[in-house]
């Protein structure tokens, strides 16, 4: 993987998630990426059970900010293999992108992978940042 690259498209992004996508407990990732949309870090923010992870603002946001972050890419998996937001997926995404307003750090999508699938929160309409 090229670091130098853009990440412009979803399957750009999908290229830094293949490691999480078969696991069987949840991993939740940040990508922290520059003002040109490349690649500064990947990091697994938590990990979680077969069916949920905790996911705080200030765990996610404390290693964009030392990055010097423009934006970030959140993403988790389903170990179930259903990549529909739950109730808390779309509360936390909510939460995620209020607090990089505050910060000065866009969210330029949050993602729920699986083995063979994947479901975006921009593409789909629910987050409008």
Do not use: W
């Not at 979803?10 to 939740?28: A, G, N, S």
């Not at 690649?39 to 765990?59: D, K, M, Q």
């Not at 529909?84 to 307003?101: F, H, K, M």
Request: glycine share 4%.
């Amino acid at each position: 993987m090229d670091r130098t690259l853009p990440l412009v498209t979803i399957e750009d992004i999908l290229l830094h998630l293949k490691f999480i996508r078969t696991k069987k407990q949840e991993y939740v990732l940040c990508l922290s990426l520059d003002s040109g949309c490349r690649l500064i870090a990947r990091r697994v923010v938590t990990i979680g059970t077969l069916t949920s992870s905790l996911i705080y603002p200030r765990e996610v946001f404390a290693a964009p900010l030392k990055d010097r972050a423009a934006s970030v890419v959140i993403a988790h998996n389903h170990p179930s293999g259903d990549v529909s937001p739950s109730r808390a997926d779309i509360a936390v995404t909510q939460q995620l992108v209020a607090a990089g307003q505050i910060l000065g750090i866009a969210m330029r999508d949050h993602l729920i992978v699986t083995n063979v699938d994947y479901y975006s929160f921009r593409r789909s309409g629910l987050l409008l940042n």
